[in-house]
């Protein structure tokens, strides 16, 4: 069981919108800024947005995040083939003295 | 800028291992560094920190009191002794630095493999 709350899941078609969202509590994302990863299959995970919104050098600004209250969302515009992946949201978690990670959502490109 | 971590393989209940992760490319005393795991087919797992002069380390408590993170910061390598080892640690191994905002993770390295089985 995570810490952070994640569907499981989640779809779209090349070109559309879609959100994943990660919920968390009042230790966490409630009082910290939260990170988004991304791991394609096989391949280690890689930061795609950090402290809420900001993007690490080379992410393309078609992902976004945002914050409100102990919730956060990752936002994918102008999906493509190679953004199916596993998507992850963290933060640090004040009471547990450490980062948590949400379950993780597999994006499927139909 | 890269990690590289070496030190997996198979170990008995109970047996222990140590995992390095050798980092090149970057001022590694200036980073604070990590230890994440994924067990097969599940999500990411935090199992430890170490600050950047190694003087403050940090553990879930499902490691708590087996795992020891340490760095040698001569030679550019973080090290994850694991002791008492079960059959749920069974994981990829990953090192990473933290680099970005408040505990980014922002470069990983290509992981290592922990299989604990009799």
């Known amino acids: 069981q995570s810490v952070l709350t994640q569907p499981p899941s989640a779809s779209g078609t090349p070109g559309q919108r879609v959100t994943i969202s990660c919920s968390g509590s009042?230790?966490?994302?409630?009082?910290?800024?939260v990170n988004w990863y991304q791991q394609l299959p096989g391949t280690a995970p890689k930061l795609l947005i950090y402290?809420?919104?900001k993007w690490p050098s080379g992410v393309p600004d078609r992902f976004s995040g945002s914050k409100s209250g102990t919730s956060a969302s990752l936002a994918i515009s102008g999906l493509q083939s190679e953004d199916e992946a596993d998507y992850y949201c963290?933060?640090?978690?004040?009471?547990?003295?450490?980062?948590?990670f949400g379950g993780g959502t597999k994006l499927t490109v139909l | 800028v890269q990690l590289l971590e070496s030190g997996g393989g198979l170990v008995q209940p109970g047996g222990s291992l140590r995992l390095s992760c050798a980092a090149s490319?970057?001022?590694?005393?200036?980073?604070?560094m990590t230890w994440v795991r994924q067990a097969p087919g599940k999500g990411l797992e935090w199992v430890s920190g170490?600050?950047?002069?190694?003087?403050?380390?940090y553990y879930p408590d499902s490691v708590k009191g087996r795992f020891t993170i340490s760095r040698d910061n001569s030679k550019n390598t973080v090290h994850l002794q694991m002791n008492s080892l079960r059959a749920e640690d069974t994981a990829m191994y990953y090192c990473?630095?933290?680099?970005?905002?408040?505990?980014?993770?922002?470069?990983w390295g290509q992981g290592t493999t922990v299989t604990v089985t009799s």
């Open positions: 990473a630095r933290v680099g970005l905002g408040t505990y980014g993770m922002d470069v």
């Open positions: 490319g970057f001022s590694f005393r200036s980073y604070g």
């Open positions: 170490v600050s950047g002069s190694g003087g403050s380390t």
């Open positions: 009042s230790s966490n994302i409630g009082i910290n800024t």
């Open positions: 402290s809420n919104n």
């Open positions: 963290a933060a640090w978690d004040d009471s547990l003295n450490g980062p948590v």
